[in-house]
């Protein structure tokens, strides 16, 4: 039976503190690896080794996802392969091409939402700070079933939504997962937007996506789920129905507020007058992941203007 250490670290972001998890078993591994910053880095190395063991002992770094909390100090760990989705990559290996297309996708989303364009600041807002990310490439792309060297049981479960890069590692043996930004105790995580790994794809329904992945999550019927933030999870089932609900909830107040054909941006300042401002790419993608479930219950309709503005309305 594998040994798991929870480690924190700070992050400069206002989610607090990042988990990681040195997983003690035939292979010395750790899952996520923080925010590329000094006072992470410090963090990292003093609790590694008040557990005995030093940077350079680390032979495996599993990676949840690609945001900047997660795959932050992959360089730390000289002796260590990368694990992970493939998404990782455009990020720890700095892919140009990558970001001129993310660049040009979250563009042609703001026009399609019906942002002004006094608003295309925010595309550089929303793209991820590659100065917090490492820039070790991933050794090993891990899809869906993937078996986790060294640690018997341990599979990678895709789970996308909250990131296009989204796994959570599921020991069904033992009852428990590294879940990632998933599920969360003390927050709901956001399903943000970002490009598909395949650019002839249309844009990913993150909410959708973030919904499945939750279900997904619930039809193992863990004992225990490590988070990347905060506490373990212990309720699953339970706090997944919450959330699930929660949502539903918010779509109907979304729906409500639907009284015209409207563009994205438009029910954005509704449900948020007061932050769409200085919270563009959040709350934009909140929204659209409530249009996006609307319109896939058939409560809404999406069509496209001749200006190439997608307008929502009640069917």
């Excluded at 490009?195 to 844009?203: K, V, Y």
């Excluded at 107040?253 to 438009?266: C, G, H, N, Q």
């Excluded at 300042?269 to 007061?274: A, H």
């Amino acid at each position: 039976m594998d040994k798991i250490i929870q480690i924190e670290t700070p992050t400069p972001f206002g989610i607090g503190n990042a988990n990681s998890f040195l997983i003690v078993g035939d292979t010395l591994s750790i899952v996520d690896v923080g925010t590329n910053f000094p006072a992470a880095e410090e963090a990292m190395i003093q609790a590694i080794s008040e557990q005995g063991y030093e940077v350079t002992d680390i032979e495996q770094i599993i990676l949840t996802h690609h945001h900047p909390d997660h795959i932050g100090l992959t360089d730390l760990f000289t002796n260590a392969t990368v694990l992970g989705h493939a998404y990782n990559d455009f990020f720890l290996k700095r892919n140009e091409a990558f970001f001129e297309y993310q660049a040009r996708f979250y563009l042609n989303q703001l026009r399609e939402e019906g942002v002004p364009s006094a608003y295309n600041r925010w595309i550089e807002k929303m793209t991820r700070e590659v100065a917090y990310m490492g820039s070790k490439p991933l050794t090993t792309i891990l899809k869906d079933g993937d078996p986790i060297p060294g640690h018997p049981h341990l599979r990678a479960v895709e789970t996308l939504g909250h990131a296009q890069s989204h796994l959570m590692f599921v020991n069904e043996n033992e009852r428990y997962a590294f879940g990632g930004d998933l599920l969360i105790q003390l927050i709901a995580s956001n399903p943000l937007i970002e490009p598909p790994l395949d650019p002839t794809m249309p844009r990913p329904k993150s909410q959708l996506q973030y919904n499945a992945s939750l279900k997904k999550l619930a039809s193992y019927e863990l004992e225990t789920v490590f988070s990347g933030h905060g506490d373990a999870v212990l309720n699953s089932v339970e706090l997944i129905e919450q959330r699930l609900n929660k949502q539903q909830s918010r779509a109907e107040k979304v729906l409500a507020l639907i009284d015209a054909p409207l563009s994205a941006f438009e029910i954005t300042e509704r449900v948020f007058p007061t932050k769409i401002s200085q919270q563009l790419g959040l709350t934009l993608s909140s929204t659209i992941g409530q249009l996006d479930y609307l319109v896939e219950q058939n409560r809404l309709k999406a069509t496209l203007n001749h200006e190439g503005v997608l307008l929502y309305e009640r069917t």
